[in-house]
């Protein structure tokens, strides 16, 4: 699979208030009772839901997407509120049955208003924020 970088800060996101448990699958496309987890980090995968403008054919419209992320607990994002990723990739696939696109966002982290090349507090950059208070992974 390819995935290509997105730049966070240059394509605004607006949080839409909405994040769900991504399930694990089972081998009949069907979501388990299990939340999934980044096979790197271990954190428990949310799905937040964002808001942004994309241009197709010419045309401005607005759309909305689910952002992947891992963090420990269900990130509280605000309704419109900014949402902005570190470590934001697409993944892009044409869908051959139907000749569109299918687009697939992943993010190490949400943002925290810090610089990301400055570690906090001595801890590591990369130690994963989870954008606020909330309710602790299944």
Known sequence: MTFYAVDSKRQARRSTGIVNEVFERDGKRKP?????????????????????RQVAFGR??????TV?????????????????FVGLTVEVRVI?????LAESWRAERLADGKPEDKPSNGSASGSGSAGGPGKAAA
Not at 32 to 51: F, K, N, Y
Not at 96 to 100: E, T
């Open 96 to 100: 051959r049955a139907s000749g569109s």
């Open 60 to 65: 401005e419209s607005n759309t909305t997407g």
């Open 32 to 52: 388990s009772e299990t939340q999934a987890r980044d096979e790197d980090t271990g954190m428990p995968l949310w799905a937040v839901e964002v808001l942004y």
């Open 68 to 84: 992947t992320v891992g963090v420990p607990v269900r990130p509280v994002l605000g309704e419109f509120a900014p949402a902005a």
